[in-house]
């Protein structure tokens, strides 16, 4: 690593470039996953001594030390560049700075080679009676130094412009709830027009407006929206919902809006691959890069009970995106991805492979690191001369909710945009491409610039047809005439004949002319199945003038025989883009019945070829958009399956459609099913069926002539039948005894759930003596004992009343049945709890019951009653007290209980001057090695709900960075006070299901038919949306006087520990 150069001089014909001195820092800070205790001591010890320097830097005096901090690191370029570690073989130079720019929030150049930034000084909250006056200024570097020297503000008076976007005479920006369109009519370089092009977008959280403007190589704007936005757009076409994050896809020439993708948490970061494949970062998710495609739901999605994930796994949460490209870089660079992990002050890369159907995505040292706590980068783009330009937000703080909006040391006034080139290399010319000729332009689309390509392409479209028509049509001509085998042809005319193609698209006119039926085919049938695949796109949108969906007019394929071959394609990259687009195709109105279920049979032909996440998702996303034409079809018996039943059991399980099990009934009974599909046929049935068709599955599951596995599996098929649909066989059950004296244990697992499920009475004694076998294994005899909770009659009650009663029975046995118990007789189970509690069990064993206890509807009030008067040690009492202020509601009366027991009162409090001196001692007296053996001790369960890079649990904040991210106060009374400010996305809800139960967790997903909450344990629970009763918002799920039982000075090693995750190389280097 190297140091940064020299800034290179800016100047401005208009304005002084003299920058204000102000005192400007913080504190650091970040999120998290956790290695082991070994891992962790190491670590630490290695930058312990950094992590002391780095507070003697940046730590504010005591009397400073609380939310009015001022005492921050004065901004200098200079000093901010000189803090830079950068890559071998790189240099950075200051490209702008305030007063030319303030608070950039992204930054995009125009095909003549000028920067355009939206700024905003308002955020994240416009001040009483203030009026917004946000910018976006076009800077430009005339004399080619390497610095803007010419600066103009082209429009004020926006209101938070979280992006701008040049094109069509001006640019498009993101104004709040709007996208504007600002022309300059009069060439005094300041935007006197104003339009509205579509309104409506959600306004919740100004962080996660719409954002993020990019165009792609079909001429469409691309944008994002974050998770807590919901935007309602009405367009000429049509209303267009997006409720949480996701990505649109919009074309202003015509006003046509789609959402592209769905989900995320906070994506400000999109990029498009040279084969139109689209790449995202999500700036508050851990997934690292992730491949979008159209349809597709990701983390956080809406209504959808499947998602995709990303390429990184436990990776930080990055912003920004950027494909590096271009002759000025070096070899090994091309291709390459630089995002941000800001929260860290860093410039992260990636390299990315092909894959299966999709991408596999590399982590590479970092290109920037800073020990500074301002930089913030938070936007990238390739320029006009080959570099990099990277706009550093510059702000100590960066939290949204978790500081307050007014907190003095938001910076609000500054920001950089920073420059990076590859030493000794030659610049790209900067060339002007609005001053080129048509074939100039389309000779640019040759080139490995990105840029270059995509700045010749936007000029093209906004020429028109009419202009470029006939030289487009000259340069489609030559290349289908040098087709492969010719002598004219290689390997760089398929990305050629795409460009063309793209262009074709981004001209069309909407007339039947402006389709190229020739070059479109031309590349569906490219030896580069990357081509092959971005053709499909294509073909959807130009399906209605491509003739009937099923044929084309004078005999001509239609789009569903052009993407016929797609499905069946040697590569699975190909497949998925063809079933994405044939379920498009489908989809559409002017599509018939028949021609949607002959979309759905070609789709459905993926199932016969291997299959990775993202192309079975794909088909199976197919199957269910389409399932209202080839159910029909199914029933009727006219639906084409190639032979292949096993497609149709598919995209029957698929699409669960409950409506087919009569029809796979009939044939099984009828022994038209062949022995190949036989076994998924009974299986769609065991979870499909009513209660009748379940009853004949049962019966054949008991019959001894069926293998036990198999059985376990068709009887594991109706319990999952159960969970989602609560659908009971019909007849004798008690006939599932048998089963649970099976010498296999995954039927006797099975028989297990499946008794618990139906509530079969009869098992009770065979479950009982399971229960009670010593010889069995212990998981068994738990599962046994939780499942006689859900059986109804005495015979039930009292063998977990005898069990929780038996002080002979091991710990872990009387635990699970006192928390099975609770669940149906809380009056029986609470002076049992009581007594048992009083023995001072182990820690965990209580955090399970006083959980059972919380999650049955009045059981807590009982449990308190029952403890008055009994004597607990104030370890055991701690332990449960910290299970109900976890709760996410109030339980007054068991917390007075337990707050006495345990000799604190409640949970730990703190004057200002008494978090002043700690602050002072984590900062000067404090060891980052034995705060991160504190961190993994177990009685904190730091690690069950943290992450630090890839070890740890997911119920609370990724840990990974918090040092880099958040101040030490902030995390001081995170630790102290945790429900006083909830991290966006950990804020858990309460639910009160119709059968008594209380669950708190955090939400995971929510479909039309379950919600999803990951609780405390970090489990994943489903809950059908039938059966809640109650749903309300819950507080934090990390207990109230976690850290009560560490003393002044280990509270502050940990305190040292948190504040250095993700500020030492050391740290970085591990991960």
């Known amino acids: 690593m190297n140091r940064g150069t020299t800034p290179s001089r800016s100047r401005s014909s208009t304005r002084s470039w003299k920058r204000p001195r102000r005192r400007c820092g913080n504190w650091p800070g970040s999120h998290a996953d956790m290695p082991s205790i070994p ?401 100039k332009l389309l000779d640019r689309f040759d080139t490995q610039d990105g840029y270059a390509r995509d700045a010749a392409r936007r000029v093209l479209v906004e020429r028109g047809i009419a202009e470029v028509g006939p030289e487009l049509d000259a340069c489609v001509a030559a290349a289908l005439r040098a087709a492969p085998g010719t002598a004219g042809y290689h390997r760089g005319l398929e990305r050629r004949c795409l460009e063309l193609l793209w262009l074709r698209q981004g001209l069309d006119d909407g007339s039947n002319a402006a389709i190229d039926r020739a070059l479109l085919s031309r590349v569906l049938t490219s030896p580069d199945p990357r081509a092959r695949a971005a053709a499909c796109r294509v073909v959807v949108d130009w399906a209605d003038r491509l003739g009937r969906p099923g044929a084309g007019p004078d005999g001509s394929p239609g789009p569903i025989d052009l993407l016929a071959p797609t499905v069946d394609d040697d590569v699975a990259a190909v497949r998925l883009e063809g079933v994405r687009a044939l379920a498009a195709v489908g989809a559409l109105t002017e599509t018939s019945p028949a021609d949607a279920t002959r979309a759905a049979a070609l789709a459905l032909h993926a199932v016969d070829h291997p299959r990775d996440d993202a192309l079975d998702y794909a088909v199976w996303l197919a199957a269910r958009e389409l399932q209202a034409a080839w159910i029909p079809a199914v029933l009727a018996g006219t639906f084409d399956d190639g032979g292949r039943p096993g497609r149709v059991m598919y995209a029957i399980r698929a699409a669960e459609a409950t ?185 965990g064993l209580v955090h399970e019951v006083l959980r059972a206890f919380l999650g049955a509807r009045g059981a807590a009030d009982r449990l308190a009653i029952a403890l008055q008067g009994t004597a607990l040690t104030p370890a055991t009492a701690r332990a449960a007290l910290q299970d109900v202020t976890a709760a996410g509601r109030p339980e007054p009366g068991l917390e007075a209980i337990l707050g006495s027991a345990s000799a604190t009162g409640g949970p730990r409090s703190m004057t200002a001057a008494q978090r002043a001196e700690l602050l002072t001692l984590a900062r000067d007296g404090a060891d980052a090695t034995r705060g991160a053996a504190i961190y993994a001790a177990a009685q904190l369960r730091c690690i069950a709900c943290h992450r630090i890079d890839r070890e740890g649990g997911r119920v609370g904040p990724n840990l990974t960075a918090i040092g880099a991210a958040s101040q030490p106060d902030y995390l001081l009374e995170s630790l102290l006070e945790p429900a006083k400010n909830v991290k966006e996305g950990y804020a858990s809800v309460v639910v009160l299901t119709t059968d008594g139960l209380v669950v708190s967790g955090i939400p995971v997903s929510r479909s039309d038919r379950e919600l999803v909450l990951r609780d405390a344990l970090d489990k994943e629970i489903r809950i059908r949306l039938v059966d809640i009763d109650e749903e309300s918002p819950g507080t934090s799920l990390m207990p109230a006087g976690l850290v009560d039982g560490l003393s002044r000075e280990q509270l502050a090693d940990l305190l040292c520990y948190l504040v250095s995750l993700g500020r030492t190389a050391a740290v970085e280097e591990a991960r």
């Not at 730590?59 to 000189?82: F, K, V």
């Not at 080139?421 to 610049?427: C, D």
């Not at 796979?664 to 065991?686: E, H």
């Not at 089963?739 to 479950?767: H, K, M």
């Open 659 to 843: 409506q087919t099990a009569t029809w796979m009934v009939d044939r099984w009974q009828s022994g038209v099913a062949t022995l190949t599909d036989l076994d998924q046929l009974i299986d769609n049935i065991a979870l499909l069926g009513d209660a009748e068709q379940q009853a004949l599955v049962f019966a054949m599951a008991i019959d001894p002539a069926t293998p036990q596995v198999r059985a376990a599996t068709v009887i594991g098929q109706q319990v999952e039948a159960f969970r989602k649909r609560r659908v009971v066989p019909t007849g004798d059950l008690s006939a599932v005894q048998s089963l649970l004296s099976s010498a296999e244990p995954s039927l006797t697992a099975a028989a297990i759930d499946a008794a618990a499920a139906w509530q079969v009475e009869a098992a009770a004694d065979a479950l009982a003596k399971i229960a009670g076998d010593g010889d069995r294994p212990l998981p068994v005899r738990r599962a046994t004992i939780l499942a006689l909770g859900s059986l109804p009659g005495d015979a039930a009650r009292a063998a977990l009343c005898a069990t929780a009663a038996d002080q002979d029975s091991p710990a872990e046995i009387v635990a699970a049945a006192l928390s099975s118990l609770v669940t149906r007789s809380p009056a029986d189970a609470a002076p049992l709890a009581a007594a048992w509690l009083s023995r001072s069990p182990g820690e």
């Open 39 to 439: 891992y962790l001591a190491r670590r630490a010890a290695r930058h312990a001594i950094a992590a002391a320097i780095l507070w003697i830097a940046i730590a504010p005096r005591p009397a400073s030390a609380q939310r009015a901090l001022t005492d921050i690191p004065t901004p200098d370029p200079a000093a901010e560049l000189a803090a830079m570690e950068v890559a071998e073989g790189y240099e950075v130079n200051l490209f702008a700075a305030d007063p030319a720019i303030r608070k950039p929030l992204q930054i995009n150049f125009d095909p003549s080679g000028r920067m355009w930034v939206s700024s905003s000084s308002v955020y994240p909250q416009l001040k009483p009676g203030e009026v917004p006056d946000d910018t976006v200024t076009i800077l430009d570097d005339t004399d080619g130094d390497g610095g803007a020297d010419v600066w103009q503000v082209f429009a004020s008076g926006l209101h938070m412009p979280t992006a701008v976007l040049p094109g069509d005479g001006g640019c498009y920006v993101a104004n709040a709830t709007e996208m504007l369109h600002l022309a300059d009519t009069d060439g005094d370089g300041r935007a006197d027009t104003r339009r509205t092009i579509l309104s409506g977008f959600g306004t919740e959280d100004t962080h996660h407006l719409i954002h993020t403007f990019r165009w792609g190589p079909d001429a469409r704007l691309y944008f994002n929206q974050s998770i807590y936005i919901h935007s309602h757009v009405e367009t000429p076409h049509g209303i267009h919902r997006l409720n949480g994050g996701g990505m649109w896809r919009f074309r202003p020439a015509t006003l046509d809006l789609a959402v592209f993708a769905r989900g995320w948490v906070n994506p400000w970061g999109h990029a498009i691959d040279p084969w139109g494949r689209s790449l995202v970062t999500d700036g508050a998710g851990g997934e690292g890069i992730n491949l979008g495609f159209p349809g597709a739901a990701y983390f956080t999605a809406v209504g959808t009970p499947r998602i995709l994930h990303g390429m990184n796994p436990g990776s930080p949460k990055l912003c920004g995106l950027e494909i590096l490209s271009g002759a000025h870089l070096p070899d090994d660079a091309q291709g390459t991805l630089v995002t941000h992990d800001f929260r860290a002050n860093r410039v992260c890369r990636y390299r990315l492979t092909e894959s299966g159907s999709g991408l596999k995505s590399e982590k590479l040292p970092d290109l920037i690191r800073s020990s500074r706590v301002d930089f913030r980068p938070i936007d990238v783009k390739m320029g006009p001369d080959g570099a990099l330009y990277i706009a550093d937000w510059y702000n100590p703080i960066i939290q949204h909710g978790e500081v307050d909006f007014r907190d003095d040391r938001r910076d609000r006034t500054h920001g950089r945009i920073w420059r990076v080139t590859a030493k000794g290399r030659p610049l790209v010319p900067r060339v002007d491409a609005t001053t080129l000729s048509d074939t």
